[in-house]
């Protein structure tokens, strides 16, 4: 099963339960009983301590579990020039519970920093990823302008949004560089608007707000895409598609059809990976859209939000069953996300984690 190039037939998403050691050292922190560099260090034993439990589990990819962010998104927003972040306000509703309060404004001009904490954050995983392949996560640009919309960007410096969407491609293309720059050879960019626009409610909402959620797919396509436009032959870039993630619930639902024609038949990166734990993800016929030989389908068939094994033999059907539109040989296996998008956390232990992992493992071994 051994591949010598990403994505793998076992694959991971990004982030993993914050081990005690870590939460008690933010609070200690806050509370002024340690500084930021002691804070660094507990984190990197932690990080190490998960390579090293990814690498046990089997897999060929490591992450550094986003053990230093609060937040999926916010933290490597709030890098970027021209990005604010700010307390206050309501926080994201999700099917029957909130997100702390927290949001992002556009203040300037919007750029990549060469400085941005999460390249040296990379460098380090990199150090400690022996023969694993280190995989680097971070938001997708379409995050930025979905979450506060035309609202939350300055129109004193964005008067119009095309050179604000113009800025954004700009800013990712940059960060892809210098993520490459640092050495990553496997980043994927993590998005939860277009599954939002799968959504019948979510897409009602979008309406309601003055916006076309058909014309958002179309320009969130290009700005991928010119994002990609020249990225090194030897990166593998990944679009991680998720329906929300937090202390185990979840934000919107729909099939993938609204979207495939434009998102698996126009956008240019090399893997896809797809959450498909539940019938809120629909069928496998969107599937079809994708395009034959290179890009490949990471099927997110392992739910993160619970510790419960889901039976290896009904895995192994519904990779067969997507097969019937994808090439088995362009499938691969993952979570269907993260198990901590947010330093909260999923519903399940730590255990039943690393459990999960090995199954992905295990099964990907049978299948391929």
Not at 79 to 104: A, K, M, W
Not at 148 to 177: E, M, N
Not at 245 to 253: G, L, V, Y
Request: proline share 4%; net charge negative.
């Amino acid at each position: 099963m051994a591949q010598a190039k990403p994505p793998f037939r076992a694959d991971v998403v990004g982030s993993l339960l914050r081990p005690a050691a870590i939460k008690q050292a933010r609070a200690q922190l806050q509370a002024g009983e340690i500084d930021a560099a002691r804070l660094r260090d507990i984190e990197d034993r932690e990080i190490l301590r998960a390579v090293e439990l990814q690498r046990a589990a089997g897999l060929q990819v490591v992450t550094d579990g986003e053990f230093r962010r609060s937040w999926w998104h916010f933290d490597f927003f709030e890098g970027l020039d021209g990005v604010e972040g700010y307390e206050g306000g309501h926080g994201i509703q999700f099917n029957g519970v909130q997100t702390r309060s927290r949001g992002i404004k556009v203040t300037g001009k919007v750029g990549f920093n060469p400085q941005h904490p999460m390249l040296e954050d990379f460098r380090y995983l990199q150090r400690i990823a022996g023969d694993a392949t280190a995989k680097m996560t971070i938001p997708s640009p379409a995050v930025l302008h979905f979450r506060g919309g035309r609202k939350a960007i300055d129109s004193a410096v964005y008067p119009t949004l095309d050179a604000y969407f113009d800025d954004l491609a700009q800013t990712w293309r940059d960060a892809i560089r210098a993520f490459y720059d640092a050495g990553c050879r496997y980043l994927q960019l993590d998005d939860t608007v277009w599954g939002y626009l799968c959504s019948d409610d979510q897409k009602r909402q979008i309406r309601e707000r003055g916006e076309d959620p058909e014309q958002l797919a179309q320009i969130y396509a290009r700005v991928l895409n010119q994002a990609l436009a020249d990225k090194p032959s030897d990166l593998v870039i990944g679009l991680h598609v998720c329906r929300g993630n937090f202390r185990s619930t979840w934000i919107s639902e729909g099939g993938y059809e609204p979207v495939a024609s434009t998102l698996f038949g126009g956008v240019n990166v090399d893997a896809f990976f797809l959450e498909y734990d539940t019938a809120r993800a629909g069928g496998f016929e969107p599937l079809r859209f994708i395009r034959p030989g290179h890009q490949q389908v990471v099927l997110g068939l392992i739910t993160t939000k619970n510790g419960e094994l889901e039976p290896a033999g009904d895995v192994e059907k519904r990779i067969a069953e997507a097969a019937r539109y994808v090439d088995i040989n362009q499938l691969c296996l993952s979570p269907q996300c993260g198990f901590a998008s947010t330093e909260e956390g999923n519903s399940l232990t730590e255990e039943q984690q690393w459990a999960k992992l090995k199954l992905v493992v295990d099964i990907a071994a049978r299948v391929w």
